[in-house]
């Protein structure tokens, strides 16, 4: 972070510095639009924070409406939003955005076997015996083949919903995200200050 802070200054001394010819202007538009970034980000987070139950909802729907209309199911899948949605499954080791009964309207999903039996959730609902196998080459070798007809408890994870084993894994590391986000705020408020103090200097010597 230091690195980063010294590199940020040496920009603003660089632009402002008015023995390469730059003005008291070009400071000052230094100086503007880092803090017109600023009040973006900080407006951003106030509204995330106040919004942000309707943004949840919102994208929950939207999720859920992709499923119902786009989702495949199938292991092998090259569409984009299946594709996600099982790697997400998979690497998080959850089911359905909200609850796995979201896959039943999925008009998409062929749930039919070549055994004429109805699945019940896809295979990637279900633990694998691999599952770097699947996420480097989308391999999947269910623990129990019978895992999307009946799942339990034992062989999958169709009890665990996906919204919150991700936000669970957001929260783990929200301290992380935290001191980064600080420190590049904390950032552009120095080279803000230190550009005014360079216009001020510029000022008393009249350039």
Not at 43 to 64: C, N, P, R, W, Y
Not at 172 to 183: D, E, F, K, Q
């Amino acid at each position: 972070m230091s690195y980063v802070a010294k590199d940020g200054i040496s920009d603003c001394h660089k632009l402002c510095n008015p023995e390469k010819g730059y003005s008291i202007v070009s400071c000052a538009k230094y100086a503007i639009l880092l803090l017109l970034i600023l009040i973006i980000e900080l407006a951003a987070i106030v509204i995330a924070g106040v919004f942000s139950s309707q943004v949840e909802d919102k994208l929950k729907d939207f999720l859920k409406k992709n499923i119902n209309s786009t989702y495949e199911g199938a292991i092998d899948t090259s569409e984009e939003f299946s594709l996600g949605l099982d790697y997400a499954q998979v690497y998080f080791a959850c089911c359905g955005v909200d609850s796995f009964e979201e896959f039943h309207g999925a008009t998409k999903w062929n749930r039919t076997t070549s055994s004429g039996q109805t699945m019940d959730v896809p295979s990637t609902c279900c633990k694998l015996k691999d599952v770097d196998a699947y996420l480097k080459d989308q391999q999947a070798e269910l623990e129990d083949p019978n895992c999307p007809i009946s799942p339990s408890q034992t062989n999958s994870n169709y009890h665990t919903p996906c919204w919150d084993s991700i936000k669970d894994y957001l929260k783990s590391r929200i301290a992380l995200v935290i001191g980064i986000a600080a420190g590049i705020l904390g950032l552009e408020i120095i080279c803000v200050i230190f550009a005014c103090c360079i216009i001020s200097a510029l000022r008393k010597e009249g350039k």
